[in-house]
């Protein structure tokens, strides 16, 4: 492997590519510790090293943005408004028929789709910076402390402006640097950005378990960890393959069609986006209380069923709505009428079904029957951080599961997967072998 790497190195156009993307890392990373202008940077500091402080509600955010969330840096927003717009762009293709022709269009029609989830991540930005100077001032943001009540210097309405437009240029800021590493460097961009993120808070996360758990669960953790790395890639890589054979034509003089290949559908078809939508719904609910009177009895339950991971009510309602969103997102994304049609049209059939509506429902079958271990697989990773939180107390300090592991474990394979093409592009072997 290590061979491979130098090889890699040795290539000029690839290893421009490789040097440009490290580049535009380390200018992500920089940046999400570049304080936003008017804020009491010394005091921030000290709410974020009290354990007891920022944590949970913001957990999810504050995952994708490498920690800048809590730091409140320029890219406290990170990735999150252009993940947010690009799966609504996606849903409203079910919804919008100008959204669905637009995807059929090919390439002019993605980049018009592109365009649309630019804007609406700018949108987004404005709503979400919006929404996170609110919590400062109110000091929701580190749990109502008083000592974290206010961290705004300027408390004007010109200083909360300078700080929404900040937090909003740097959202557009990382948006660019993606789409740039997608151009002009190897992988996705965004993936990219996000596997950065999500990976600079294993070391403080490792650290932090050996501090407080001692040499014997740290061993126990980094155990387990390898145990769920070559489970989630072995589960990641596995599919199932529905035979596809194209019948022989003639156009003009030539023959076309006659060969063999196959339709490939993952066991995890959803990808994360299933956890992150339970993540996401189950939050609500603290979020509603947080208006609510303390006192309230409805508040008080929420608070005690459904804040912390370690309530039978909680895990049993995070593990429901995975599956449900791992069923809805498929069937969001994969149609199997549209599959049907194309094959129809191309002059291919599935060996034994008949094209048309046999076919459909015969993908229709394959998938749901597919999408079930593919739902269990997510639901049992997105708990391996609650049961963490239950036998050792290291919910926030467990990077080994949830959205953090299925994100650098996907994200990791695909890079590797486009650097070994480029790389047997010039008849050299891939970087695993």
């Given at each position: 492997m290590l061979g491979a790497i130098g090889r890699a190195f040795r290539t000029p156009d690839l290893r421009n590519k490789l040097l440009f993307t490290l580049g535009v890392i380390v200018l992500f990373r920089l940046g999400s510790f570049i304080p936003a202008p008017g804020i009491d940077y010394s005091q921030v500091q000290t709410c974020v090293a009290s354990p007891a402080l920022g944590q949970g509600a913001f957990g999810l955010i504050n995952l994708f943005s490498g920690g800048a969330l809590l730091k409140l840096s320029i890219f406290a927003l990170g990735i999150m408004p252009y993940i947010t717009a690009s799966i609504i762009t996606q849903l409203l293709r079910v919804v919008i028929p100008r959204f669905e022709a637009l995807h059929k269009e090919g390439a002019s029609g993605q980049a018009k789709l592109t365009q649309y989830t630019r804007y609406m991540t700018i949108a987004l930005a404005i709503l979400n910076a919006t929404t996170l100077v609110t919590t400062v001032r109110t000091g929701a943001l580190f749990g109502n402390v008083d000592a974290c009540m206010n961290?705004?210097?300027?408390?004007?309405?010109?200083?909360?402006?300078?700080?929404?437009?900040?937090?909003?240029?740097?959202?557009?800021?990382?948006?660019?640097?993606?789409e740039q590493i997608t151009e002009r460097g190897v992988g996705n961009g965004m993936s990219i950005l996000i596997f950065t993120s999500v990976a600079a808070g294993f070391p403080a996360a490792l650290n932090s378990i050996l501090t407080s758990k001692g040499i014997d669960i740290f061993a126990i953790v980094l155990a387990v960890g390898l145990l769920v790395i070559l489970a989630v890639v072995f589960v990641e890589q596995s599919q199932r393959r529905i035979p596809v054979q194209y019948a022989k034509r003639m156009v003009g003089r030539r023959m076309f069609g006659g060969t063999s290949t196959y339709i490939p559908i993952k066991v995890n078809q959803a990808g994360v986006i299933p956890v992150i939508f339970a993540s996401s719904v189950l939050y609500l609910p603290t979020l509603i209380s947080q208006f609510g009177d303390p006192e309230a009895g409805w508040v008080q339950w929420i608070n005690a069923h459904l804040t912390r991971g370690d309530h039978w009510i909680y895990i049993l309602t995070y593990a429901v709505l995975?599956?449900?969103?791992?069923?809805?997102?498929?069937?969001?994304?994969?149609?199997?009428?549209?599959?049907?049609?194309?094959?129809?049209?191309?002059?291919?059939?599935?060996?034994g079904i008949r094209a048309g509506r046999p076919t459909e429902q015969y993908l229709s079958y394959v998938l749901t029957r597919i999408t079930f271990p593919g739902s269990l697989y997510l639901t049992v990773v997105a708990l391996i951080p609650l049961i963490a939180l239950i036998l050792i107390d290291a919910n926030q300090d467990f990077p080994f599961g949830g959205t953090s592991i299925l994100i650098v474990v996907g994200v990791g394979l695909e890079t590797v997967k486009q650097i070994n093409s480029q790389m047997q592009q010039r008849h050299y072997e891939g970087l695993l072998r």
């Open positions: 961290l705004i210097q300027n408390d004007t309405w010109w200083g909360i402006c300078i700080i929404v437009l900040t937090l909003t240029a740097g959202t557009a800021l990382i948006m660019w640097m993606g995975t599956i449900f969103f791992a069923y809805f997102y498929v069937a969001i994304t994969f149609n199997p009428e549209e599959v049907a049609d194309n094959m129809k049209k191309y002059g291919g059939f599935i060996p």
